[in-house]
């Protein structure tokens, strides 16, 4: 072996990790604390898939108390971020109000419920506290709605390349533009095959988003049932509205939802259509609803053409958790797959859950103390006893 870690002209590291998105950056930033870490990346750069195409939104609401815990434990890093982490702060003041029509008045009491034990800083109103925080909104639409002030516009370029920055300035190689096609293991070490290159690991990490569970397919690995589901967002203008100091604004039933972006508004038909993994695009009619949805609830009117719209995979597995953990099958290979709709914001506590269990550590303490277990996030989980 050379001391490039080259044993015949293959690279071997400790630890490989797939895919270059934030699940990838964030865990590789913590491994090479404990040994080499590569990271290989199909695309050009990193970022370019879902982690690139996000609404950037920290949001500490959700139905499910892990995923609470794991955004709540993301949050000291985010406001805090290590020294020379990043130029400008990674998060940024914006609120977020739950509107909900009269129809809609039991899910406004769902989510109180479900986060107001946790969340001491939710208040809930009529129209008027609506109007108070969103003057584009319609009172005869609002009839009640939940304000959150502690809601975060999270800079995701910053956070990405953040955590690459750790990573490199500690030893770690990215290589863009290697897209694995074959995994193969012998001997207690993986080989990895790329297009340009073979490599060799103990361990492999999945952290290939959309793609992860064909690259469990490749290794021989169980299968995770992962959804890719396609979301999609438009940048319109808000007409004669100022959009300064306006928070984010959700439809309870997440139907929809629109929040200020660089003097304009990003909107969002809120999407949920299972696709293959692919480099996806926003579906016309899906923006068309969104449209009509602001128009109903607010006084914007969209009379110029959308001049940019996108959409990413969201991927989801039967009970919408992460996919944390050895696999069932395959020797040394690691999940960090499903994160859904939350892979930004839960990505600082979700990196050093995933990097403590890959070295086989105990779960970080925070997050023990939350309720946060393996089993709850491990790929055996979703072991169907039938198909196995
Ligand atoms: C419209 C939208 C809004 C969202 N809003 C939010 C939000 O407000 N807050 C939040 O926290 N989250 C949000 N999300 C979700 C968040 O973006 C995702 O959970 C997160 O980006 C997933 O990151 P990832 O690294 O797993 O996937 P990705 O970013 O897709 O990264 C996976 C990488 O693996 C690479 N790869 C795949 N196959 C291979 C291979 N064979 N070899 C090498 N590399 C490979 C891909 O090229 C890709 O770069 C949103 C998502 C969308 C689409």
Redesign the pocket.
């Given at each position: 072996m050379d001391d490039q870690g080259r044993i015949s002209n293959v690279t071997t590291v400790d630890f490989l990790v797939?895919?270059?998105?934030?699940?990838?950056a964030s865990v590789a930033s913590e491994l090479i604390r404990h040994g080499s870490v590569l990271i290989?990346?199909?695309?050009d750069h990193p970022?370019?898939?879902?982690?690139g195409?996000?609404?950037?939104?920290f949001l500490e609401f959700h139905s499910n108390a892990t995923m609470r815990a794991l955004v709540r434990r993301s949050r000291p890093f985010l406001e805090s971020p290590p020294d020379g982490f990043a130029a400008q702060p990674l998060l940024n003041d914006l609120g977020v109000l739950f509107i909900a029509r009269a129809d809609q008045l039991n899910s406004l009491a769902r989510i109180m419920d479900e986060n107001y034990q946790e969340s001491a800083r939710v208040v809930s109103g009529d129209h008027r506290l609506a109007m108070r925080k969103h003057p584009a909104l319609r009172p005869e639409y609002v009839t009640a709605c939940l304000w959150n002030p502690d809601a975060m516009e999270i800079d995701i370029h910053a956070l990405l390349h953040g955590f690459l920055g750790i990573f490199r300035r500690s030893g770690g190689q990215l290589q863009n533009g290697?897209?694995?096609v074959s995994l193969h293991r012998d001997g207690g070490y993986w080989t990895v095959q790329t297009d340009e290159a073979s490599y060799r690991a103990a361990v492999v990490v999945n952290?290939?988003?959309?793609?992860a569970d064909q690259?469990g397919q490749l290794a021989g690995a169980q299968t995770i049932g992962l959804v890719p589901k396609r979301?999609s967002?438009c940048i319109i203008s808000a007409g004669r509205f100022d959009v300064t100091g306006w928070p984010m604004v959700g439809d309870v039933d997440e139907e929809f939802y629109f929040k200020p972006d660089a003097g304009n508004l990003l909107l969002?038909p809120a999407d949920e259509t299972p696709m293959e993994p692919c480099d996806v695009y926003p579906d016309d009619l899906d923006i068309a609803r969104a449209v009509e949805h602001l128009e109903a609830a607010t006084n914007i009117k969209v009379t110029r053409k959308i001049d940019r719209q996108w959409a990413?995979?969201?991927s989801f597995v039967e009970d919408k958790m992460p996919v944390v953990g050895y696999d069932a099958k395959a020797d040394g290979f690691f999940w960090l797959?499903g994160?859904?709709?939350?892979?930004?914001?839960?990505s600082p506590a979700l990196s050093r859950l995933a990097a403590a269990l890959v070295i086989d550590h105990p779960v970080p303490d925070d997050l023990a103390s939350d309720g946060v277990t393996p089993e709850v996030l491990s790929p055996k989980r979703l072991i169907n006893p039938k198909s196995s």
């Amino acid at each position: 072996m050379d001391d490039q870690g080259r044993i015949s002209n293959v690279t071997t590291v400790d630890f490989l990790v797939i895919g270059a998105g934030i699940a990838g950056a964030s865990v590789a930033s913590e491994l090479i604390r404990h040994g080499s870490v590569l990271i290989l990346e199909a695309e050009d750069h990193p970022g370019y898939h879902t982690t690139g195409r996000s609404a950037s939104m920290f949001l500490e609401f959700h139905s499910n108390a892990t995923m609470r815990a794991l955004v709540r434990r993301s949050r000291p890093f985010l406001e805090s971020p290590p020294d020379g982490f990043a130029a400008q702060p990674l998060l940024n003041d914006l609120g977020v109000l739950f509107i909900a029509r009269a129809d809609q008045l039991n899910s406004l009491a769902r989510i109180m419920d479900e986060n107001y034990q946790e969340s001491a800083r939710v208040v809930s109103g009529d129209h008027r506290l609506a109007m108070r925080k969103h003057p584009a909104l319609r009172p005869e639409y609002v009839t009640a709605c939940l304000w959150n002030p502690d809601a975060m516009e999270i800079d995701i370029h910053a956070l990405l390349h953040g955590f690459l920055g750790i990573f490199r300035r500690s030893g770690g190689q990215l290589q863009n533009g290697e897209r694995v096609v074959s995994l193969h293991r012998d001997g207690g070490y993986w080989t990895v095959q790329t297009d340009e290159a073979s490599y060799r690991a103990a361990v492999v990490v999945n952290s290939a988003g959309a793609w992860a569970d064909q690259l469990g397919q490749l290794a021989g690995a169980q299968t995770i049932g992962l959804v890719p589901k396609r979301r999609s967002v438009c940048i319109i203008s808000a007409g004669r509205f100022d959009v300064t100091g306006w928070p984010m604004v959700g439809d309870v039933d997440e139907e929809f939802y629109f929040k200020p972006d660089a003097g304009n508004l990003l909107l969002s038909p809120a999407d949920e259509t299972p696709m293959e993994p692919c480099d996806v695009y926003p579906d016309d009619l899906d923006i068309a609803r969104a449209v009509e949805h602001l128009e109903a609830a607010t006084n914007i009117k969209v009379t110029r053409k959308i001049d940019r719209q996108w959409a990413g995979l969201r991927s989801f597995v039967e009970d919408k958790m992460p996919v944390v953990g050895y696999d069932a099958k395959a020797d040394g290979f690691f999940w960090l797959a499903g994160q859904g709709g939350d892979g930004i914001q839960t990505s600082p506590a979700l990196s050093r859950l995933a990097a403590a269990l890959v070295i086989d550590h105990p779960v970080p303490d925070d997050l023990a103390s939350d309720g946060v277990t393996p089993e709850v996030l491990s790929p055996k989980r979703l072991i169907n006893p039938k198909s196995s």
